[in-house]
């Protein structure tokens, strides 16, 4: 999951000392600093360089209406359990099944793996790589799917950083044994994927109904997610799926004491206010938990959909452009 557009200072080091130091400092830190007045910060930090963004033109055509979307049985067994429990096993020879710093949680993990199966998409873009947690789970349940012809499935996973770079070796950092690349090669996924390393908004541009599984995977700034959105739905093909990680309904951490990464928030709701027939549906609380051994099952997934409104309805095309953004 990389997260590109986080703001520095504050939030940023409470970030990396809740993370790395002993329970005895995490507790100083949180007395110090609390959760409420991080998010504080960071929300007001993401609607200031909102404000600044001019509106964009977005076609929502291509996502399904928000009633064609069955959330309830999302994650039904459909015979998939047995499935799951042999990939686990699988991709726990190679990657520690364990939450890792900013890399998606065991959680999202299982369900990204369920979703591929279920829709069996045959070309999924990721938005942030960063160790690859979700990329190997995708690739697993890519290959699982069995599709057989042209095209070729495929897996394509972009980040602003080489994660597989030789010499920085950055997967260390998060306590990752092997590269991305190096653990798809174990797991003979390898020609699925495809790493590119880019900006999202510039490997975007230019992008036209290629992907039928587009996942946002990074927690970007909101004026970064504002943009963005609209080249990737027109990146998705007609009757594709779009799924957010990081999206906190109302801007609000899941669970007490949380942080919530205001910037997928704050970019759907500018555009729900611009008039744009756009949803976003939370898919938790997840059937398994999101830690080995927790009882927490909260998610930041949503799925992206179209309302029905006025640009929906016979004769409408979907399409909304408003005049530039006046303030937040």
């Known amino acids: 999951m ?12 409470r970030e990396f000392a ?7 400092a ?3 830190v949180r007395r110090l600093f609390p959760a409420s007045a991080d998010n504080a910060i960071r929300r007001a930090l993401h609607a200031r360089r909102l404000s600044r963004v001019p509106a964009r033109e977005v076609d929502v055509s291509r996502l399904p209406a928000a009633g064609e979307i069955p ?3 999302l994650f039904d067994d459909d015979g998939l359990g047995r499935g799951w429990d042999l990939a686990r096993r699988r991709i726990g020879e190679v990657f520690e099944y364990e939450n890792k710093w900013q890399a998606v949680d065991v959680g999202v993990r299982r369900a990204l793996w369920h979703l591929v199966r279920r829709w069996k998409p045959r070309a999924i873009l990721e938005i942030g790589t960063l160790v690859g947690a979700s990329t190997v789970h995708m690739a697993m349940a890519l290959r699982a ?11 394509v996973t972009v980040d602003l950083n080489d994660v597989n770079d030789p010499a920085g070796r950055p997967w260390l950092r998060h306590r990752v044994s092997a590269s991305p690349r190096e653990m798809l090669a174990r797991l003979d996924c390898a020609g ?8 999202s908004l510039d490997y975007l541009a230019g992008r036209d109904a290629e992907f039928d599984f587009i996942f946002v995977d990074h927690a970007a700034s909101a004026d ?6 609209p080249l990737t739905l027109t990146a998705l093909a007609p009757g594709g799926q779009c799924l957010m990680d990081a999206y906190y309904p109302d801007g609000q951490p899941l669970r007490p004491g949380g942080v919530a990464a205001p910037g997928p928030y704050l970019a759907v709701r500018r555009l729900r206010e611009e008039g744009v027939p756009l949803a976003a549906l939370p898919l938790g609380p997840l059937p398994w938990p999101t830690a080995p051994g927790g009882s927490d099952h909260s998610t930041s997934l949503a799925l992206l959909a179209r309302e029905r409104r006025a640009a929906d309805r016979p004769g409408g095309n979907g399409i909304t452009t408003r005049p530039a953004h006046g303030g937040d």
Do not use: M
């Open 2 to 13: 990389h997260r590109p557009g986080r703001f520095p200072g504050l939030s940023r080091c």
């Open 18 to 24: 809740l993370s790395t130091t002993t329970n005895t």
């Open 26 to 28: 995490k507790r100083a």
């Open 71 to 73: 959330l309830p049985a």
């Open 145 to 155: 799917c069995g599709h057989a012809g042209a095209p070729v499935p495929r897996l």
């Open 192 to 199: 699925l994927v495809e790493f590119v390393v880019a900006s």
């Open 224 to 229: 970064v997610v504002y943009r963005e959105i």
